[in-house]
């Protein structure tokens, strides 16, 4: 029994030890965006400043870069959640017919690795004579984070009670009332999960992006252009800010899934 | 909400976009690698199955270590991963939930920004080596950058959560009084992880390594990264056929045979295993 309790403490401190290494990257990221430094690269510790982030905007590119990734992600998400909904409540309510080859579609649009899915695409906005610009990288990500959205609201599609939409039928709902106030809001969670996951993606996507952005630059696409030349500390900063939000958005709803629980 | 047409009508719209930018495009694609011509003149479909041929063996290195750097990084995520899992779904007790977010933190900041901060650590008169080389610790050209082992690590950090997530689904749906009931009929502790937590684990190992095998083989960022010119792969050879090359023919040959490889690994997966645990794994990422 001692040597099960000796195994499960190094199992502890191992587990710790990941999820240290894990998180050391981000500490250096927010740690280097109070870095008073002088020379042009960003590698090594010269004093404590605030100054980047008094002068968060003052790199106009990537002011722009982060304000399209923002406007594409809330775009994309948009569209995203609406589809996506629908066809998580097509494929966990109904029988239909192709329904098997959309269940395939949607595992298909999750695993090709975005370097197949960017270049294919570029063949055919090239082919279409289509301009690449923030509209062809809204249709990329819509299409990459589409499967997820609908692959969560389904999940919870299926855990849903028909007999509730039936009442509410029976007391006299219209199809559209019932599907506002009844099942709506009970798939609510699913949806809105499944929606910060599509923003979360495509703020983050590079890939993709990088195959069908013509000459619209994005944060991620800004920060690998400027690796060579170095990374400016004001990216440190939005990185940071961005982290710190994430993190908010996701104890809060975790306190509210708990609370919802109780 | 009844009416026959309705499922129809709501799957319409991802239908179209599913069709139009993705079995298209990736037919397409198909289509493309068998071409023969040029950027200006235009490309001609003439069956040139011999593109294939060509872009392989053009390419081969590449590939090669593609597959091996996806391949030891996979087995280094299963290796590290394995007893993270392990231990959160069997004595994380109440604190699992806790375990799994500070998991996902580096998900909150962007995979470009995480590999180049990674990248920070490891650089030469960095935090890591400078501090050591400083102590004496190191001689003054020892690096870690730009090595097989600095790509393979940024996969493995990369990608580490997505084989420690459905690992631990599938540990977590383990009764732990099966495991009792091994231990009663007297087998070891050994016996016991061996003969029935392990075999009971297994879907989600496969659905782990389909997660992370896959996209770091076809990952061009690490290898931009944190490789040097001696660590390219096929990711990057891809981006830049298409992008700066203009070699679409040879480009498509190689995205594609990526995705037949891929496609086969999907084809195993959905006959062994049926295709929803992979993306209730995947959606709870």
Known sequence: ?262 | MKGRLTPYLLALPSWLWLGIFLVVPLAAMASVSTTTGNNIDGFVQTFAFSNYTDALSRYSTQLARSFAYGAMATVAMLVIGYPVAYFIAFKGGARKSTYLFLLLLPFFVSFVLRTISWGFLLADDGILLGTLKGWGLLPAGFHVLATTFSVVAGLTYNWLPFMILPIYVALERVDPRVIEAAQDLYATRLAAFRRVVLPLSLPGVFAGVLMTFVPATADPVNAQILGGTSNTMIGNVIQTEYLTNLAYPSASALSFTLMAVLLVGIFIYAKALGTENVLEAAANR
């Open chain 1, 1 to 262: 029994m001692k040597r099960n309790r000796l195994g499960d403490r190094v199992l502890h401190l191992y587990t710790w030890l990941i999820i240290v290494w894990l998180s050391a990257p981000i500490a250096v990221m927010i740690l280097f965006g109070f870095n008073d430094k002088k020379s042009k690269s960003n590698t090594s510790w010269q004093g404590f400043t605030l100054r980047w982030y008094q002068e968060l905007f003052s790199i106009s590119d990537l002011s722009t870069a982060l304000i399209n990734s923002l406007v594409i992600a809330v775009a994309s998400t948009l569209v995203t959640a609406v589809i996506g909904t629908m066809l998580g409540l097509a494929l966990g309510r109904f029988r239909f017919r192709g329904k098997g080859i959309t269940n395939f579609l949607v595992f298909v649009a999750i695993s090709t690795p975005e370097l197949v899915m960017g270049s294919s695409l570029l063949s055919l906005f090239v082919s279409a004579n289509m301009p690449r610009d923030s509209f062809t990288i809204i249709i990329a990500h819509v299409l990459f984070s589409l499967s997820f959205v609908t692959v969560t609201v389904r999940a919870r599609v299926v855990t849903l009670d028909p007999s509730l939409e039936e009442a509410a039928r029976d007391l006299g709902a219209s199809a559209w009332g019932t599907f506002r106030q009844v099942t709506l809001p009970a798939i609510m969670p699913g949806v809105a999960a499944g929606a910060m996951l599509a923003f979360a993606l495509s703020v983050d996507d590079y890939v993709v992006t990088s195959f069908v952005n013509g000459s619209t630059i994005t944060f991620p696409l800004w920060i690998v252009g400027s690796v060579k030349t170095g990374i400016p500390p004001q990216v440190n900063v939005m990185g940071t800010l961005i982290f710190g939000v994430g993190v908010l958005i996701a104890v809060a709803n975790f306190v509210a899934a708990r609370r919802r629980r109780t």
